[in-house]
């Protein structure tokens, strides 16, 4: 086994370039400091793969003698993925660390777009809120006392209507649901028709 004096020099530089750079204060330094080491540590794994042979694919036959060693191939695709992973965060905080700078006092805060309503037209707003439930209440009411209702045709549009009021009230009251009477039912309990039966 022997290894390039090319290879291990470069090796070095990119090392010793690589902290030196990485010990600055800016996150850009700190991101090029950190690939030059992750592309060093590639070059030691390529160095000491040992020798050059065929490629590791086992045939069962003599070529499996002169096949080279995959565990370090695998090892430096994994360090490039782990490399471009972890500079891709760092390049997400730069840029987060670049946008918080271009805020300048205000920072992360969020302005409040209810900031400006005084307190009497936040109550205003409230009120009018209550006076939609009251409104869908009393419709609601107005159908069960059958109201609203004076052929089928129109209490089938209530039954209609109330089931809509009643999709639009809120979730605390319960469902209404309005049925239309029988003619028979209606007969018998009109005022004055009582002794006709």
């Known amino acids: 086994m022997s290894a390039s004096l090319t290879l291990v020099i470069v090796m070095a530089v990119m090392y ?3 902290v030196y750079v990485m010990l600055e204060r800016s996150l850009t330094r700190v991101l090029i400091g950190f690939l030059l080491v992750g592309n060093a540590t590639n070059l030691l794994i390529f160095i000491m793969s040992g020798r050059p042979g065929s490629s590791p694919i086992v ?3 003599s070529l499996d003698d002169s096949m080279v060693d995959p565990i370090p191939q695998v090892l430096m695709l994994t360090a490039i993925v782990i490399n471009f992973g972890i500079t891709a965060l760092l390049l997400a905080l730069i840029y987060r660390s670049w946008w918080l700078a271009q805020l300048g006092d205000e920072g992360d805060t969020l302005t409040d777009e209810h900031a400006a ?3 009497a037209e936040v109550d205003e707003t409230f009120r009018s809120s209550s006076d939609d439930d009251d409104a869908i209440a ?3 009411d107005e159908f069960e ?3 609203g209702a004076h052929s089928d ?3 089938t549009g209530a039954a209609a209507g109330a089931a809509a009021h009643a999709a639009d009230a809120p979730r605390h009251a319960p469902p209404v649901v309005v049925a239309p009477k029988p003619a ?3 007969r018998a309990t009109r005022p004055g028709e009582e002794g006709s039966r």
Do not use: Y
């Open 153 to 155: 045709e129109e209490g």
């Open 145 to 147: 006392r059958g109201d």
């Open 117 to 119: 309503e005084t307190p």
């Open 59 to 61: 045939t069962g036959t």
């Open 16 to 18: 010793a370039a690589g």
């Open 138 to 140: 009393e419709s609601i």
């Open 184 to 186: 028979d039912q209606d």
